[in-house]
């Protein structure tokens, strides 16, 4: 402990000095006051029961004032002067702005100036930009770190969670950046403009939104000069890194580009604080005269203006902003009629809608060329089913339908020639017809050998009863067994393609017509065969040998 107060003498820690370094890295100056409502909302719900403002704001400044001061001690930190009100201004050193880099993700080169001496003439434009950004921010308090406070805090703080949201973290805003026209980002030419904030909060609907903001004391005509310089950067180009021409804020700024729509310039969105003697509502009219060139968009056909290489110039004032915040109806755009939304203001939702119609029409027309498609498929597969079932076979028995079964078992097979035997039956007729043909066919005498034995022949059954070529009758079993092949050698009958009566009927046909049967020739070659030879006696038998 002893070590701790040693290194922070004020007893800071690591979470307040934190938000020092990234509210100071972001705004360069600023009160412990905005410090504290930006880094730690929920402090200011607390010590209401304090009497007096002073009172209260000292309590709840407390933690960053000490977490300042340990700064200070550090070197990271120094006093800035002090505001027209009477805050004490705080800023970064060169030291601190190193490590406010590493709190905020950000390179040093990007963190700016110490803006040491802000403090001089009271700060007020500084003071105005600060409230500009806790205006777009709106911090909402931790409700996780109230759980100990009274009903009364818990409800304010819940009231302000409950309200609008606001835009961005305070990592997402830049303020005094340069926007050369000539020279460097790092070393900016003459004709230049200066950036009071930079916002980018892709994740809230704003890649890059840039902010003027003005205490009314500057007129309709140098606030025209400084959009002039916007323009003039806008319009430059410079090579990057992959040697093609880009616009300058395009190197530095990711904006997504969608080649199917317009391309404007980023918006600037110009912040009037009425402390000085000019009037908003009269400088807004004649700077809208003079910056008509730079603003003004073209009108299409379809119901909506293009912004091509425009700014969108977009106007509010810091106590709206306070109020309602970047949610609420209280930014007017040159060129429009009628209050809107940020996210609106900086937008074409009539380019939007338009856009939006388009998709739609494309995809009803999609869906309907999609339903074409599948009506087609559909006629397509109920034609084609039509006609198979135009093919599908016919029993010759009862003059039924083949099932899809039937019809896939009599298909030919690659030769030609099915399997079946009997190809033009349905299922039905074909069991009658075996078991009118065949009615012993499933005696065990006739039933397949297991397999691994021997038949009764010594040959394995062939898988289908054979069908006479002349008459068209199955076998009988006779039949079958004596054309049947033995081995790989030939069958022993002479017409095994004939059933038994056409055999006998061609035996007789071939008889009638020659006098003697193909059988009786079979018979008379035996018959000779068995008759021995008889043996040559005498010398002619000699003569012989």
């Known amino acids: 402990m002893a070590g701790k107060k040693k290194t922070n003498p004020a007893g800071s820690t690591n979470t307040y000095r934190g938000d020092v370094l990234r509210v100071l890295g972001a705004l360069k100056v600023a009160t412990t006051d905005q410090i504290q409502r930006i880094g730690a909302p929920h402090l200011t719900f607390r010590h209401a029961d304090k009497p007096t403002p002073s009172k209260r704001k000292q309590a709840r400044t407390a933690s960053h004032t000490a977490a300042l001061s340990d700064m200070r001690h550090h070197g990271l930190s120094e006093n800035g002067g002090s505001t027209g009100a009477g805050d004490r201004l705080r800023n970064l050193t060169l030291k601190g702005l190193q490590a406010a880099s590493y709190e905020l993700n950000r390179p040093l080169t990007e963190m700016g100036s110490t803006a040491r001496g802000a403090g001089s ?15 777009m921010l709106r911090p909402k308090p931790n409700m996780a770190r109230l759980t100990k406070d ?204 338009a856009i939006a119609r388009a998709r739609q029409r494309q995809r009803a027309l999609a869906e309907e060329r999609q339903a074409q498609a599948r009506q087609a498929a559909q006629e397509q597969a109920a034609k084609q089913a039509a006609e198979r079932e135009a093919r599908r076979p016919v029993c010759t028995g009862c003059g039924a339908k083949f099932t899809d079964t039937r019809w896939e078992a009599v298909q030919p097979t690659d030769w030609g020639v099915t399997k079946d035997s009997h190809p033009q039956l349905c299922d039905g007729c074909k069991q009658k017809a075996g078991a009118a043909v065949s009615p012993a066919a499933d005696t065990p005498e006739r039933r397949k050998p297991v397999r691994g034995e021997a038949g009764p022949d010594d040959f394995w059954e062939e898988p289908q009863r054979p069908v006479c070529t002349e008459c068209g009758a199955a076998f009988t079993n006779e039949r079958w067994k004596a054309t049947k092949r033995v081995g790989w050698s030939a069958s022993p009958a002479k017409r095994p393609s004939l059933c038994g009566d056409c055999d006998q009927r061609f035996e007789a046909d071939l008889e009638q017509a020659w006098g003697v049967s193909h059988r009786r020739e079979e018979r008379d070659q035996e018959q000779d065969q068995a008759v021995p030879e008889q043996k040559a006696t005498g010398w002619l038998s000699r003569l012989r040998r």
């Open 150 to 353: 009274p009903a009364h805090v818990q409800a304010a703080a819940q009231a302000a969670v409950d309200s609008p949201d606001g835009i961005g973290t305070i990592a997402s805003f830049w303020t005094e950046v340069p926007l050369p026209a000539t020279g460097t980002w790092n070393a900016p030419g003459k004709g230049g403009a200066q950036a009071d904030i930079v916002l980018t909060a892709p994740q809230d609907g704003v890649p890059l939104l840039f902010i003027e903001v003005d205490n009314c004391h500057e007129t309709a005509e140098e606030l025209a000069d400084k959009l002039e310089k916007y323009a003039r950067f806008f319009r430059r180009k410079v090579k990057d890194t992959d040697g093609r021409e880009r616009p300058m804020w395009r190197t530095r700024w990711n904006v997504p580009a969608d080649p199917s729509t317009e391309h404007p310039y980023p918006p600037v969105l110009l912040v009037f604080n009425r402390i000085g003697k000019r009037n908003p509502n009269h400088t807004i009219p004649r700077l809208m005269q003079l910056t008509r060139h730079l603003w003004r968009g073209q009108w299409g056909e379809d119901g909506y203006h293009t912004y091509d290489n425009k700014i969108p110039i977009i106007t509010t004032g810091l106590n709206q902003l306070r109020e309602h915040g970047p949610a609420g109806e209280v930014f007017a755009r040159f060129g429009r009629s009628g209050p809107q939304t940020l996210l609106d203001a900086i937008g074409n939702p009539r380019l939007d809608a």
């Open 121 to 135: 003439s009271g700060a007020s434009h500084p003071m105005a930009v600060n409230e500009t950004v806790i205006a």
